[in-house]
C-alpha cells in the first residue's frame, strides 16, 4: 500500500555546467533503482519562465516532447519515458512560469485566506505541494526530481529552496545528488576538482549538502581525486561516484552500478535491494556494442545549426527511436543530418540521398527549408527509397504528390500561404480563431489520440492492429476535400481519427516503404519495446 510519509525523494542538482548529462543520470538512478526492485517515477522542474517548452525554440532549448496528455515538456520526460519503461504525465512537469501562475491564481482567488503572498514560502510550498501530487498520483517508492539548470544561478534557487524544505521536514527521505563536471584542460592535462568545489559550496549557500556526487568527466576519477572531491565537498567517499564519458547513454546505469551506486542510495535510505536484475538492459548494451551491418538513415530537417555547432537535441526522440529500431533488426545505426536548405539551393545534389537507406522527415513548423524537404520527398518517391514522414514529414508527403503526381502543382499548406487556391493542408477549423487571436501556448491539437487502421495497409503490418493511439502536435492538417483526388491517383489513406476523420497516415502501395503519419510515434519509441513503425522503415530500408 502507498504511504505518502514513507515516499522516498531524490533531487538531481548540476554543478558547474549544463549539458553534462544531468537529466540521464536522473533517468539512470532510477532505472537502477527499478532494477533492485523498487518502483520509480521521475519529474523534471524547468526554472524558465516559460509555461511549458511548446513555445521555446528547438534550437535554444532541445526537443518539445509530448506526453499523452498532451503536455508540452522537456526533453529529459522522455530520457524518463525512455529509460524506465513508464508514461508520465504532466504532473510530472514544472516550469518557474507554470509555479508562478498557480500562486497567482490561488491568491486571486482567496486561497491564501488574507495573508500576504511571499515569494518565500509560498512559491516553494507550491513546488512542494507539485512534488508530493505527483509522486501520490504515481504511488511509486521514489520520486526523482531533477531541478534543471546548475546550482548557483538565480533562477533555481526557490526550487533548491523547495528541496532544502523537504529535507528539513524529513531528512530521512529526501537526498541530494550532484552531477558535476570536472574538466580536464587540454594544456593542463590534469583534471581539476575546483570548480565542483565551489559548485557545492554554491549549493551550502543555499542550505543543502549533496549526499551523493556524480562525477562527469571524459576519464574515470581516480583515487586522489575521489578522496579530494570527498572531503573538501562534505561527501562520503564511497559517495564520490566515477562517470567518465561512454559510447551509449544507454551504458550509464551500468556505469553506475559499477560504483555500486543503487545499494549505497538504498542503504542510505536505511533500505535494502529487494531484487537484482539489470540483465535485458545489459543484453541490449552487449548488442549496441557488437553489431555490425550498417543502416544509414538520413534526417532531413533545420533545427541542427547553433552557431559552429550541430545539436541533435532538437530531434532526440526520433534519433533514439531510429536507434532503438535499428538494434530491434540487429544492425548499427549510422545517422547523417541533412539540411533541407541546401537541396533547395542545390537540387542536382539530390541523387547524394542515393548513399543513405532510408530517410526521414521529422516534424517542424514554418517555411525555412520546406520547398528542399519537399524535393527530398520527391526523390524517395521516384526512386523507391524508403521513407518516414512525421508530422510535417506526412504534410509535406502529401503536398508533394498532390504537386507531382496528382497534377495540383500549386498545392500547398496555409501555413505557409494562408491564400493557397489549392489548401491540400489546411489550418484545422478550431485552430483558426487562435491563430487570429495570438493565442498560441499550449493550443495545437497535442497529445494522444485514436487511429483506425486500414487492414492490410503497410501501418497495418507494422502495428499488428487495428486501433491506435499515438501523440500530436499540430495546428494544420490534411484538407478531406483531396482525399478523392488523392486516391484516385494512387495514395492510400490508412489512418484516420474516428472521432474527427483527420486523416492520421498517408502511404504509397507503388513502393516499398513510403509512410507519412500526422502524429509523432518516436515519443513512444523505448529501447526494449521500440516503435512498430520505426522496425518496419528500418526493415525495409535494409531489404
Ligand atoms: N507545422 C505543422 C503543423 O502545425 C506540423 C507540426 C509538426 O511537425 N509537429 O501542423
Known sequence: MFNSSDHKYIFVVGGVMSSVGKGIAAASIGKILQSKGYTVTAMKIDPYINVDAGTMNPTEHGEVFVTDDGDETDQDIGNYERFLDITIGKVNYMTTGRVYLSVIHKERNHEYAGKCVQVVPHVPQEVIRRIKEASDLAKSDFTVIEIGGTVGEYENILFIEALRMMKFENPDN??????????????????????????????????????????????????????????????LKDHVISAPDVETIYDIPVNFEQDDLGNKILASFGMKPAKKDLKEWRELIEKIKTVQQEVKIAVVGKYFESGQFTLADSYISVIEAIKHAAWANNVKPVITWVSAEDFERHPQTLSDLEKFDGVLVPGGFGSRGIEGKIKVIGWCREHNKPYLGLCYGMQLA???????????????????????????????????????????????????????????????????????????????????????????AGLVFSGINPQTQLVEIIELPANKFHVGVQFHPEFKSRPLSPHPLFIEFIRNSLS
Open 398 to 488: 502529401a503536398i508533394e504528390f498532390a504537386r507531382n503526381v496528382a497534377g495540383i502543382a500549386d498545392a500547398h499548406t496555409t501555413e505557409i500561404d494562408k491564400d493557397t487556391s489549392n489548401p491540400v493542408v489546411h489550418t484545422m477549423p478550431d485552430q483558426i480563431q487562435k491563430i487570429a487571436h495570438g493565442d498560441m501556448g499550449g493550443t495545437m491539437r497535442l497529445g494522444a489520440y485514436e487511429c483506425l487502421i486500414t487492414k492490410d495497409s503497410v501501418a497495418h503490418k507494422a502495428y499488428g492492429e487495428q486501433k491506435i493511439f499515438e501523440r500530436h502536435r499540430h495546428r494544420y492538417e490534411f484538407n478531406n476535400d483531396y482525399k478523392d483526388v488523392l486516391a484516385k
Open 174 to 235: 529526501v537526498k541530494t545528488v550532484m552531477v558535476s563536471y570536472l574538466p580536464v584542460p587540454g594544456k593542463v592535462g590534469e583534471m581539476k576538482t575546483k570548480p565542483t568545489q565551489h559548485a557545492v559550496r554554491a549549493l551550502n549557500a543555499n542550505g543543502v549538502n549533496p549526499d551523493f556526487l556524480i562525477a562527469r568527466s571524459e576519464y574515470p576519477l581516480d583515487e586522489v581525486r575521489r578522496q579530494k572531491l570527498a572531503l573538501y565537498c562534505n561527501v
